[in-house]
């Protein structure tokens, strides 16, 4: 199983050409690594100027409503990211959670959503206002099972789910990145939860100085990446340290 690194933009650049850019280093370079593929999720809006150049960096989106199309302001389809070469959506995200009150059962019904129409899901888990560093387990146990619950199990090995504890987000107040054992634990449990197969990848302040510590895990699938995949040299790095891993292990 190949190891991917997602870069989440969340809402920049502001200028799409700083955007085009940042991609466009990032495709130039990724002919180089053999075992990691990159997903760059940019603000939507770029998504159809990115289309044209994204073979050999996958699409992703940062977010998607459960409904096809009709009188839903503001909302995002399914139908339209396709449209543009998109492969992949984020869901779930912590800051969808806590600035924008998404709840279990939306992701429930984005997820649904998502597989239908073929798009792969990166499922993020550990988000959520208060959660208690000493008790992971039980908000992504708890989490897991909700946004899962009208998946077959034969299906779950089509998702990509992330440990991405909110208090390691790098521009949450008072953040602290997870230490990769910590990580390593985690995502190792949310295998247990997944079953065979599954694709799991941490996230939280990953940056070129402090990848090896999550890399190094086997049972780590890579990685979900904000502030730094806006540095394309960063990012690169991030991919680098997975793809040298991979290799390392054979
Ligand atoms: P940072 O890498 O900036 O901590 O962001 C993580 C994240 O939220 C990715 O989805």
Redesign the pocket.
Known sequence: MKKLV?A?W?MNPVSLDLGRKIFMSIEHRMHLAKNTEAVI?PPSLFLPAFSHYSAKVKLGAQNLSWEEQGAFTGEISPLMVKAFKTDYA?LG???RRLFFGETDSMVAFKLYAALKHKLIPIV?LGGEKNAKKDDMKKLVAKQFKAVTRQIEKKDLHRIVF?Y?PVW?????KN?E?ATGEHANELVEYIHELAGVNSHVLY?????KNNVQQFAKYPMIDG???????LDPDNFWQIIKEFERESIHRG
Not at 168 to 172: D, E, K, L, V, Y
Not at 203 to 207: A, D, E, K, L, M
Not at 223 to 229: D, I, K, R, Y
């Open positions: 997602v989440n969340k999720c984020i995200h912590s800051e993020c992330v991405e390691a987000i790098s521009t949450m953040s990145p996230g939280g302040t990953v940056n990685a979900l990446v904000g502030a730094a995949s």
